[in-house]
């Protein structure tokens, strides 16, 4: 992957194929099988950017964290899901921060990422909190996964993904 195009498309068919071959008996009647298939079907995709001059970035690996400190602070939306980090080719488990308009902020990584796909979650009350709580998508996945997401947890920020079978 060269450019955020590429990055994205390959974050894409990533959690295409998860879905298509990622079948767990002990989740017959959930609501999503596997978090790529709930980023598919509730998640957005996110521009990079480099990080605004009014904002500082955190510390490395706590993404979870510094995404809902940051949101807190800066009126933004925590977000949550996947992301490619700068110079990899693969998605990792990330947080961070969106724009009304679906631009990145970024705290924890030093550069923007190559791409972002995630469920931007529009309820405070849901995110990590900095006492500890659990990742919104990571660390509940069981009961999301069954359940899904609360009425009106996901923002309509960032871009829906776009993908065979799926229309525009």
Sequence with gaps: MTNTGDAETALLAYAIEHCATYRCPERAG???????????????????APLPGHIAPLPARRCFRNADWTAEQHGLVYAEGWAVAPGFDFEIEHAWCATSDGIVVDTTWPEPGRA???????????????????????????????????EGAVADIGRPPVFPGRQA
């Design 116 to 150: 972002y796909l995630g469920a931007p979650i529009h309820d405070p009350d849901l995110w990590p909190g900095l006492d500890g709580r659990d990742a919104v998508l990571f660390d509940r996945r069981t009961e999301l996964l069954c359940r899904g997401l609360p």
């Design 30 to 48: 959930f609501r999503w099988q596997s978090i790529a298939e709930l980023l598919l079907d509730q998640g957005r995709l996110f521009t990079p």
